[in-house]
């Protein structure tokens, strides 16, 4: 039974990872070889501006397409937290992580993830100093922050974007949910931040 979970979860890994790629063919070149013709290097801020329009656009592709479609309009199947156990879809929120855990298993190079002051899933409480000074300042000002940092000897440039509630559904969840340590969120408010995280330097 564990076995087969987890070939579940790989394989909706597996999903995640092929949405992104397919999604990022234009700006997997980009990071893979970050120089242009002129053997000029890319910005890491740009860098980390396309990762995050390529990831943010595959979570609401999923969220319009799939979950919104299948459980809203078609009415034929429901997004769950517990999806495994209930045989549902994972949310949008989970997707991401999911995607996000393989890309850092495979990749090793850029780290994305989604995180909050109030997150339901404690994994998704800020880490490192410069991701609680950039969330307070997405959640605060509702614009990017873009700083540097060097964990384990690695200099990393980290960008922080802010999250909103972009529809009732997020408040609505959000707010009545059992871990939720938050419960007055709004609609349009900033719920957390996509932390994006490049190495470079030497
Ligand atoms: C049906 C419930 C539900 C809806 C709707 C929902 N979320 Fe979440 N969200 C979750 C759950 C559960 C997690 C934790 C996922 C995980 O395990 O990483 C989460 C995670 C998050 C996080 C990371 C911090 C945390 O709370 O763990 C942010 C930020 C977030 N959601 C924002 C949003 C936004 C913005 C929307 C609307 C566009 C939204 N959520 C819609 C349930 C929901």
Same mark, same amino acid.
Request: glycine residues 6%; contains cysteine.
């Given at each position: @039974?564990?076995?087969?979970?987890?070939?579940?979860?790989?394989?909706?890994?597996?999903?995640?990872?092929?949405?992104?790629?397919? @999604?990022?063919?234009?700006?997997?070149?980009?990071?893979?070889?970050?120089?242009?013709?002129?053997?000029?290097?890319? %910005? =890491?801020?740009?860098?980390?501006?396309?990762?995050?329009?390529?990831?943010?656009?595959?979570?609401?592709?999923?969220? +319009?397409?799939?979950?919104?479609?299948?459980?809203?309009?078609?009415?034929?199947? %429901?997004?769950?937290?517990?999806?495994?156990?209930? %045989?549902?879809? *994972?949310? *949008?929120? +989970? @997707?991401?992580?999911?995607?996000?855990?393989?890309?850092?298993?495979?990749?090793?190079?850029?780290?994305?993830?989604?995180?909050?002051?109030? =997150?339901?899933?404690?994994?998704?409480? *800020?880490?490192?100093? @410069?991701?609680?000074?950039?969330?307070?300042?997405?959640?605060? %000002?509702? +614009?990017?922050?873009?700083?540097?940092?060097?964990?384990?000897?690695?200099?990393?440039?980290?960008?922080?974007? =802010?999250?909103?509630?972009?529809?009732?559904?997020?408040?609505?969840?959000?707010?009545?949910?059992?871990?939720?340590?938050?419960?007055?969120?709004?609609?349009?408010?900033?719920?957390?931040?996509?932390?994006?995280?490049? =190495?470079?330097?030497?």
């Amino acid at each position: @039974m564990i076995g087969k979970s987890r070939l579940f979860s790989r394989s909706l890994c597996i999903l995640a990872i092929v949405g992104i790629c397919t @999604m990022a063919v234009g700006t997997v070149s980009v990071i893979g070889d970050n120089r242009t013709k002129e053997g000029k290097a890319l %910005k =890491p801020r740009v860098v980390a501006d396309l990762f995050h329009a390529v990831v943010s656009a595959n979570r609401a592709v999923y969220s +319009q397409v799939v979950v919104n479609r299948l459980m809203l309009h078609d009415k034929v199947i %429901k997004a769950s937290e517990h999806f495994l156990e209930e %045989k549902a879809l *994972p949310l *949008p929120a +989970q @997707m991401f992580r999911l995607g996000a855990e393989l890309a850092a298993e495979k990749n090793r190079k850029v780290f994305y993830s989604l995180h909050s002051y109030w =997150p339901l899933n404690k994994l998704n409480a *800020p880490g490192s100093e @410069m991701e609680k000074n950039g969330l307070a300042f997405v959640t605060v %000002k509702d +614009q990017n922050f873009y700083g540097e940092e060097v964990i384990d000897g690695i200099k990393y440039f980290i960008a922080v974007y =802010p999250d909103r509630a972009t529809d009732q559904s997020c408040v609505q969840c959000h707010n009545n949910h059992k871990d939720s340590p938050r419960r007055n969120f709004r609609l349009g408010e900033v719920m957390g931040g996509v932390v994006i995280r490049i =190495p470079f330097g030497e």
